[in-house]
């Protein structure tokens, strides 16, 4: 595990983002709380961190590297179109996949559809340069309390994670979620 600030990651981008391509695990910061993410491409990626937030089938959402990828790869119409001027921001947007192969099967194994996120945060610009979907959940064993400070950083994920990149300590709270999704069950 190497302890990071945004310095390190403004310096060291290259590795950074190739860090991210090849699906090393990350503790990092938002405008809301500390998530745990990955590469969310490929299903032994996004397992590392269903094993570290010993967490079964519960669906991932991923930080979209821009809008166009939401576009692109999710079902839109003129209330999404709304919700996607309001990205960057605190919201987390549930939507229908029309392109299933963007992401691995493993971020949602219930349904064709994901949460997605653009973050209004420094570290989303390094995503959007990876030009790599990446889970974003809290950075937390599932069923205890978000990462706030690094204390609260629970030993086993803090011995599971390549890198942790730490920037004080956050009061936000969750993203607030959008559901736009039409093709409800």
């Known amino acids: 595990m190497k ?18 391509q090849d699906g090393l695990v990350f503790i990092y910061p938002t405008d809301t709380i500390y998530g745990i993410g990955t590469n969310a491409t490929k299903d032994d990626f996004v397992m590392k961190i269903r094993t570290i937030k010993q967490r ?12 166009d990828w939401i576009k692109e790869n999710c079902e839109t119409d003129k209330e999404t179109e709304k919700w996607l ?4 921001g605190r919201y987390t947007l549930f939507l229908d996949l029309k392109n299933t192969d963007c992401i691995s ?13 653009i973050p209004q945060h420094w570290f989303t610009e390094i995503i959007e340069k990876s ?30 994670v390549d890198y942790i990149i730490y920037e004080g300590e956050k009061i936000g709270k969750e993203s607030e979620k959008v559901d736009l999704r039409k093709n409800l069950d």
């Open 3 to 20: 302890l990071i600030d945004k310095e390190y990651v403004e310096n060291n981008q290259k590795e950074i983002i190739k860090a991210i």
């Open 56 to 67: 079964e089938t519960k669906p991932f959402s991923v930080i979209a590297p821009n809008i």
């Open 85 to 88: 001027e309001k990205l960057p």
């Open 105 to 117: 099967d493993e971020v949602n194994p219930l349904d064709d559809s994901i949460g997605v996120r």
């Open 131 to 160: 030009g790599i979907p990446f889970i974003t959940t809290s950075a937390n064993i599932s069923g205890q309390s978000y990462m706030r400070k690094i204390e609260d950083l629970d030993e086993d994920i803090k011995n599971s």
